[in-house]
Nanobody
Framework: QVQLVESGGGLVQAGGSLRLSCAAS????????MGWFRQAPGKERELVAT????????YYVDSVKGRFTISRDNAKNTVYLQMNSLKPEDTAVYYC??????????WGQGTQVTVSS
């Protein structure tokens, strides 16, 4: 059974930083592209960042470029999202995802990130 377990969410003041981690039970983790979605109350789910299986290619939604960094450690089956200069509009539940060919088949349970102004 595939499990993605996020951690690292919490409450932070605007301008602060958080680092999200996602530990995956995927036996072939290194074959999967990984990513992070987020969903704020009353808003649609949004793709925040993705990273290719090798780590050589990344994508960021415009609103987080220059502030967030996605990375992965294939030896630890873990993907990270470093979030700096956080803004109140970053408040959301953040979900770790895994997939191939642009389709994300596996989702974590989500971790809450709250940024106070």
């Amino acid at each position: 059974q595939v499990q993605l377990v996020e951690s690292g969410g919490g409450l932070v003041q605007a301008g602060g930083s958080l680092r999200l981690s996602c530990a995956a039970s995927l036996r072939t983790f290194r074959r999967y592209a990984m990513g992070w979605f987020r969903q704020a109350p009353g808003k649609e789910r949004e793709l925040v960042a993705t990273i290719s299986w090798s780590g050589g290619s990344t994508y960021y939604v415009d609103s987080v470029k220059g502030r967030f960094t996605i990375s992965r450690d294939n030896a630890k089956n873990t993907v990270y999202l470093q979030m700096n200069s956080l803004k109140p509009e970053d408040t959301a539940v953040y979900y770790c995802v895994a997939g191939v060919a642009g389709t994300y088949d596996y989702w974590g349970q989500g971790t809450q990130v709250t940024v106070s102004s």
